[in-house]
C-alpha cells in the first residue's frame, strides 16, 4: 500500500481519515498537531520554564523530545519531574528511560519518590488497602498522589506550566469515566490546559489530539528508547473503560475524536460547575484544597499514614 499522501510505501492505515501513510509522513503529521495544539491553545510562551512528568513511557518519553525541540525554538527552558512511586519489576525500568533520554537531551531531571516524601511505596500502600479493604484501587492512590507530588515538584523548580503527555485514548477515557462517576467537578478540568489557580501550577497537555497508537510508531520511527511494560496493578474501571472505547474505535473509526469534539462543545457551556479547588490550605500537608485536608492526605490517611508540611523532602531532591 502507498501513503496516500507522497506515494512512498506506507506504515500506516489511519482509519479515521481513510489514509495511508508512510513513516516520513506520520512523524510530520504528529509534530504539526503537537505544535498546532501548542500553538491554539497558547500552551507555552517564549521565556517560560516548563516541567515536563516522564515516566520513561512512550508518551511522556516522547512528548519530552517534542518539548526540547520546542522549547529550544522558543527559548524556553525544560525541566523533567519523574515520580518513583515505587513498583517493584516496574519502575526501575521507567527510570532507566527516563535517565538516559533526558541525559541525551541535555535536560535537567529530577526525580521524586513516594517513600521518601509519602513514607510508603506504591507497592505498600497497595498492601494496606488489601488489609484493610478500603474500596479505592490501586488507580485512584497512584493518581492522586502522584499528581500532588508533581504539582508540588514543577511549583518547587519554578516551572511556569506542567506538561503531561495525556494523548487521545487519555482523554476520551477521562471523559467517560467522569460521564461514569457523574464527576463535574473533575470532567470541567478537562481540556488543553488547567486554569491557574494559587498553589496549582497550571497544567498543558499537547499531546491531547494525539492517538495512542500514533505517538507509539512516531516514537519507533524516530528511534527513541522507551519502556513498554505495564504497570503489575493497573485494573479496575479504568480498564474496563479503555477497552471499551477501544472496541468501539475499532467498530466505528473516529469515535475518540468524536468524544472529545462533543466534549469541548459541551465544555463552554459548564462554567457554572462548582470547582473542588479552594483557597484552603490542608491541615496536614499545607497544600491548597477546597476542604480541611487535601485527598491525597485524606487517603493516605484512612491508611494509617501521616504526612505533614515539616516532612516534606520535596527541596532536597537532587537531580539524577
Not at 526525580?111 to 500502600?125: M, N, Q, R, Y
Not at 499531546?207 to 524516530?222: N, W
Not at 468501539?248 to 466534549?263: D, G, Q, V, Y
Request: glycine share 10%; with cysteine; net charge positive.
Amino acid at each position: 500500500m502507498k501513503c496516500s499522501l507522497c506515494g512512498r510505501n506506507a506504515v500506516y492505515n489511519r482509519r479515521y481519515t481513510g489514509t495511508f501513510l508512510c513513516d516520513r509522513c506520520l512523524a510530520r503529521s504528529v509534530e504539526r498537531k503537537f505544535q498546532r495544539t501548542i500553538s491554539e491553545n497558547k500552551l507555552i510562551e517564549a521565556g517560560e520554564r516548563i516541567a515536563v512528568a516522564v515516566s520513561g513511557g512512550k508518551d511522556s518519553t516522547t512528548c519530552m523530545h517534542l518539548l526540547a525541540e520546542h522549547c529550544e525554538r522558543k527559548n524556553c527552558e525544560l525541566v523533567a519531574v519523574t515520580i518513583d512511586e515505587g513498583i517493584s519489576g516496574y519502575r526501575e525500568h521507567g527510570l532507566r528511560a527516563a535517565r538516559k533520554n533526558a541525559g541525551l537531551l541535555g535536560v535537567e531531571h529530577k526525580v521524586i519518590s513516594f517513600k521518601e516524601e509519602l513514607g510508603a511505596t506504591l507497592d505498600e500502600i497497595v498492601g494496606l488497602v488489601k488489609e484493610r479493604g478500603t474500596g479505592f484501587g490501586a488507580c485512584t492512590y497512584c493518581g492522586v498522589l502522584r499528581r500532588s507530588l508533581l504539582n508540588r515538584a514543577a511549583r518547587e523548580l519554578g516551572a511556569d506550566k506542567l506538561a503531561t503527555a495525556h494523548n487521545l485514548d487519555d482523554e476520551a477515557q477521562a471523559i467517560m469515566l467522569n460521564y461514569v462517576r457523574s464527576d463535574l467537578a473533575r470532567l470541567y478540568r478537562l481540556g488543553p490546559s488547567y486554569p491557574a489557580r494559587k498553589g496549582f501550577v497550571p497544567r498543558i497537555k499537547p499531546f491531547r489530539e494525539i492517538p495512542e497508537k500514533e505517538v507509539a510508531l512516531y516514537a519507533m520511527i524516530k528511534g527513541i528508547e522507551v519502556d513498554s511494560s505495564e504497570c503489575p496493578h493497573v485494573g479496575g474501571i479504568h480498564v474496563e473503560i479503555r477497552d471499551f472505547i477501544n472496541s468501539l474505535e475499532e467498530n466505528h473509526p473516529n469515535s475518540k475524536f468524536m468524544i472529545l469534539r462533543t466534549f469541548d462543545k459541551i465544555k463552554a457551556n459548564m462554567a457554572q460547575v462548582p470547582s473542588e479547588f479552594g483557597d484552603k490550605r490542608c491541615g496536614k500537608c499545607g497544600e491548597p484544597t477546597a476542604a480541611s485536608i487535601c485527598r491525597a492526605c485524606g487517603l493516605l490517611e484512612g491508611l494509617g499514614i501521616e504526612i505533614g508540611a515539616e516532612n516534606c523532602n520535596l527541596g532536597k531532591n537532587s537531580a539524577t
